[in-house]
T-cell receptor, first 118, second 119 residues
Framework: AQKITQTQPGMFVQEKEAVTLDCTYD???????LFWYKQPSSGEMIFLIY??????QNATEGRYSLNFQKARKSANLVISASQLGDSAMYFC???????????????FGTGTRLTIIP | NAGVTQTPKFQVLKTGQSMTLQCAQD?????MYWYRQDPGMGLRLIYY???????DKGEVPNGYNVSRLNKREFSLRLESAAPSQTSVYFC??????????????????FGAGTRLSVL
């Protein structure tokens, strides 16, 4: 079974609109972390936002917020007031287990290509 | 602040050739990782090094070897390249914050990637 599922291969959104990118995950661990990364056309992987499994509030980082619904095992990324520079691939990733042991790994979803239309 | 530096950025090999991808980080991180990215498959872990002096296999280690040369450097070697190893390779590093039971972010920071083609 896929540990991270991103069901939207591609999305087109009008500039200045809000956009939600879906991510569902599968784990039996109680302790885990969820990450979103952005990959622009230049290819680098840019960290956007993090949500810990015990965090009671949804994470926010500027225009990015994470809609974390633990019971549904979903961690959707919300981008408010989209900009042309938001056009990129977006990856959801999960870290299982306690973080401070260096042997924990990230499992990535297949990504969503977001295109912002002027 | 350079962060994670990968060399080379592009490489073309013939089947059977060998090469080493270099990775260095200047963030004093303990853990380092090598991933490959193929179309439609996200990133998959090849090898990782939890700390200096240790290395372990990830999800797709076959055909690769790694060396954690020191705390800063973690190299990936293809001994006999195959077309199936055509991919984009990413190196990442991660620090650890204090407290064993603290669920810290411990973000993995990535290099810019190496695009490898094996003909």
């Amino acid at each position: 079974a896929q540990k991270i599922t991103q069901t939207q291969p591609g999305m087109f959104v009008q500039e200045k609109e809000a956009v939600t990118l879906d991510c569902t995950y599968d784990t039996s661990d109680q302790s885990y972390g969820l990450f979103w990364y952005k990959q622009p056309s230049s290819g680098e992987m840019i960290f956007l936002i993090y949500q810990g499994s015990y965090d009671e509030q949804n994470a926010t980082e500027g225009r990015y917020s994470l809609n974390f619904q633990k019971a549904r095992k979903s961690a959707n990324l919300v981008i408010s007031a989209s900009q042309l520079g938001d056009s990129a691939m977006y990856f959801c990733a999960m870290r299982e287990g306690i973080s401070n042991f260096g042997n924990e790994k990230l499992t990535f979803g297949t990504g969503t290509r977001l295109t912002i239309i002027p | 602040n350079a962060g994670v530096t990968q060399t080379p950025k592009f490489q073309v090999l013939k089947t059977g050739q060998s090469m080493t991808l270099q990775c260095a980080q200047d963030m004093n991180h303990n853990s380092m990782y090598w991933y490959r990215q193929d179309p439609g498959m996200g990133l998959r872990l090849i090898y990782y090094s939890a700390s200096e002096g240790t290395t372990d296999k990830g999800e797709v280690p076959n055909g690769y070897n790694v060396s954690r040369l020191n705390k800063r450097e973690f190299s990936l070697r293809l001994e006999s390249a195959a077309p199936s190893q055509t991919s984009v390779y990413f190196c990442a590093s991660k620090g650890t914050s204090g407290g064993v039971f603290r669920l810290a972010k411990n973000i993995q920071y990535f290099g810019a990637g190496t695009r490898l083609s094996v003909l």
